[in-house]
């Protein structure tokens, strides 16, 4: 094993502490996926989310067993994904806190499709819940694609290495221990590592 390759190679288990700190190095997009259950608009960030087939259209995401809001809009049926932009840290902050009810002060409207719309991103995906697997410590949600709404040009947000943006990405080096001062750590599941 070179001095380079702290993650694990063949046959070795990785632990959780390695396996986050090796999927920091994949720089993703952040949504918010929203719903709306008993009227309630319930919502959490989420960047393990990704496109899976054009015909006919499907989307998956990745849910902790151990979020609040899943359950409940799974219990709907549908949701919304709002893709960020780089401009909107403070609401992935709120969306990714497990602290306080994240709508109390947010802007968000009610779309046709009966999801909670986030103002001023970049798209979103409006889609029905259409399989739940379970995989290890998180659901795997596909849904199926009601509607795409372009909403606005902005640069995306990118999360990276526990924080956002590419800024320190040139400098930054390999991480096994606690996210770096300043960045979020509010992260704990598997998908963003
Ligand atoms: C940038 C970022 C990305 C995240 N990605 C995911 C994800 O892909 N899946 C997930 O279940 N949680 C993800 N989270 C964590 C949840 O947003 C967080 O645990 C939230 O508190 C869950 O809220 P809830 O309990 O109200 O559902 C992410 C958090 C942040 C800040």
Redesign the pocket.
């Given at each position: 094993m070179s001095s380079d390759s702290a993650i694990s190679d063949g046959g070795e288990v990785v632990t959780p502490a390695e396996f986050r700190a090796a999927m920091a190095d994949f720089a993703s997009g952040?949504t918010v996926v929203t719903g709306l259950d008993a009227g309630d608009p319930v919502g959490?960030?989420?960047?393990?989310f990704a496109s899976v087939s054009l015909e006919p259209p499907l989307v998956v995401?990745?849910?902790?067993h151990r979020?609040?809001?899943?359950p409940r809009i799974r219990r709907s049926g549908r949701f919304c994904v709002n893709v960020l932009g780089e401009h909107q840290t403070s609401l992935?902050e709120r969306?990714?806190?497990?602290q306080g009810r994240?709508f109390d002060g947010a802007e968000w409207s009610l779309t046709r499709w009966g999801t909670p719309a986030l103002p001023d991103v970049l798209m979103r995906v409006h889609a029905d819940v259409n399989q739940v697997h379970p995989a290890g410590d998180?659901d795997l949600v596909v849904g199926r694609v009601l509607a795409v709404e372009r909403i606005a040009e902005h640069r995306p947000m990118i999360?990276f290495r526990g924080g956002f943006g590419l800024g320190t990405a040139a400098t930054a080096t390999r991480r096994s221990g606690p996210p770096r001062q300043g960045v979020?750590s509010?992260?704990?599941?598997t998908?963003?590592a």
């Open positions: 952040v959490f960030a989420c960047q393990a995401f990745c849910a902790d979020s609040r809001s899943w992935c969306f990714g806190s497990s994240k998180h999360f979020l509010t992260r704990p599941t998908s963003e």
